[in-house]
């Protein structure tokens, strides 16, 4: 793993993260307080979307999350 980005993953603390995600032509953003890794190769996050919540039915499209 590149240093840089251990060095990212390393700074993962407890607070509020901005999870933001495209389908299509659409893009949201949503507030979320938990994330973690889960997986170092290939580098995996994990974080909690509620199934009502837009975002879920984006990232089931999109098969994508950014944090």
């Known amino acids: 793993m590149e ?3 251990a ?3 390393a700074g993962l603390t407890t607070g509020i993260y ?8 659409h893009q949201h ?3 979320s307080s938990w994330a973690t ?4 190769t290939p580098v995996l996050i994990m974080a909690a979307v509620d ?3 837009v975002t ?8 994508a999350l950014v944090g």
């Not at 890794?37 to 170092?40: F, I």
């Open 3 to 5: 240093r840089q980005l």
């Open 7 to 9: 060095t990212a993953l």
């Open 18 to 25: 901005v999870l933001t995600v495209r389908a299509g032509e």
């Open 29 to 31: 953003g949503m507030g």
């Open 37 to 40: 890794q889960v997986s170092g």
């Open 51 to 53: 199934q009502q919540h």
């Open 56 to 63: 879920h039915q984006m990232v089931l499209e999109s098969r």
